[in-house]
């Protein structure tokens, strides 16, 4: 199993740019996709990004396409979620979660981290 960790989160200005790092624990880490999921107050969790194991292959929402890059690096253990352009309904706590393949699917990840809270102000 491994253990994952976010960071990176706060309260940032509309047009504003943040960046989430998710650290993870474990030396399998390389083997697993990762995504980036975000859920608001009162909404279900949804897919924001995913990366392959290698970081060749990403997928995106259609809402961040554009704005939002996701990338890692398998030899600090991290995934990051890079946010530009940030809009006041991209305010959600921002989860990292890891499974195997890449894929949109929430029920596809096995492990998650706690959350990290993104506040963007109009």
């Known amino acids: 199993q491994v253990h994952l960790v976010e960071s990176g989160g706060g309260l940032v200005q509309a047009g504003g740019s943040l960046r989430l790092s998710c650290a993870a624990s474990g030396r399998t880490f390389s083997s697993y996709g990762m995504g980036w999921f975000r859920q608001a107050p009162g909404k279900e969790r949804e897919f924001v990004a995913a990366?392959?194991?290698?970081?060749?292959?990403?997928l995106y929402a259609d809402s961040v396409k554009g704005r939002f890059t996701i990338s890692r690096d398998n030899a600090k253990y991290t995934v990051y979620l890079q946010m530009n352009s940030l809009k006041p309904e991209d305010t959600a706590v921002y989860y990292c979660?890891?499974?195997?393949?890449?894929?949109?699917?929430?029920?596809?990840?096995?492990?998650w981290g706690q959350g990290a809270q993104i506040t963007v102000s109009s």
């Open positions: 990366i392959s194991w290698s970081g060749s292959s990403t």
């Open positions: 979660a890891g499974g195997y393949g890449l894929t949109k699917d929430i029920l596809e990840y096995d492990f």
